[in-house]
T-cell receptor
Framework: EDQVTQSPEALRLQEGESSSLNCSYTVSGLRGLFWYRQDPGKGPEFLFTLYSAGEEKEKERLKATLTKKESFLHITAPKPEDSATYLCAVRSSGTYKYIFGTGTRLKVLA | DGGITQSPKYLFRKEGQNVTLSCEQNLNHDAMYWYRQDPGQGLRLIYYSQIVNDFQKGDIAEGYSVSREKKESFPLTVTSAQKNPTAFYLC??????????FGPGTRLTVL
């Protein structure tokens, strides 16, 4: 069964304190791994898509990486406006379904 | 601007009442989805549609119904059979195996 596990559930950082969020997955044939940012009361905002092990994507202070078993979202020198819930999802071969993790709630303190 | 719209933003339902949540997209995406989000839980799939006039049940379809008469539209009806409908509902669309794009959500509350 396809599964996505995110850790930690919650993370508090001081402004400028870099860290990483983890997304572990098991899937029968990865068609894509997706990262989203969700602010309270809003729909998820797309960040990155990764398709194969070794792939990396960057956007401002965020960098996503992918291995055969997990993905990391690295946050470099975070700012308070980076506070949000970060969601990871996968899509496997032969299906239109996306499997989501429960997210990591990030709080960056000024 | 291309995107996904959901309406209403807030919806209140009385016991025994059916309500319909609207979802429209102008991204020309073939696939559309409905998710339910509860506090502390991930997104749970209710229904999805890969093409007009066709849709499949997701993991928690009981008490919900959908239609897909137009490519742009995928309304969700929450029926009286859904015993605990209070939640945040999200509509999304995608093309092929690419990323999903989400609407702003509808918060449904049962009075």
């Amino acid at each position: 069964e396809d599964q996505v596990t995110q850790s930690p559930e919650a993370l508090r950082l001081q402004e400028g304190e870099s860290s990483s969020l983890n997304c572990s997955y098991t899937v029968s044939g990865l068609r894509g791994l997706f990262w989203y940012r969700q602010d309270p009361g809003k729909g998820p905002e797309f960040l990155f898509t990764l398709y194969s092990a070794g792939e990396e994507k960057e956007k401002e202070r965020l960098k996503a990486t992918l291995t055969k078993k997990e993905s990391f979202l690295h946050i470099t020198a975070p700012k308070p406006e980076d506070s949000a819930t970060y969601l990871c999802a996968v899509r496997s071969s032969g299906t239109y379904k996306y499997i989501f993790g429960t997210g990591t709630r990030l709080k960056v303190l000024a | 601007d291309g995107g996904i719209t959901q309406s209403p933003k807030y919806l209140f339902r009385k016991e025994g009442q059916n309500v319909t949540l609207s979802c429209e997209q102008n991204l020309n995406h073939d696939a559309m989805y409905w998710y339910r989000q509860d506090p502390g839980q991930g997104l749970r799939l209710i229904y999805y549609s890969q093409i007009v006039n066709d849709f499949q049940k997701g993991d928690i379809a009981e008490g919900y119904s959908v239609s897909r008469e137009k490519k742009e539209s995928f309304p969700l009806t929450v029926t009286s059979a859904q015993k605990n409908p209070t939640a945040f509902y999200l509509c999304a669309s995608s093309t092929d195996s690419r990323e999903q794009f989400f609407g702003p959500g509808t918060r449904l509350t049962v009075l």
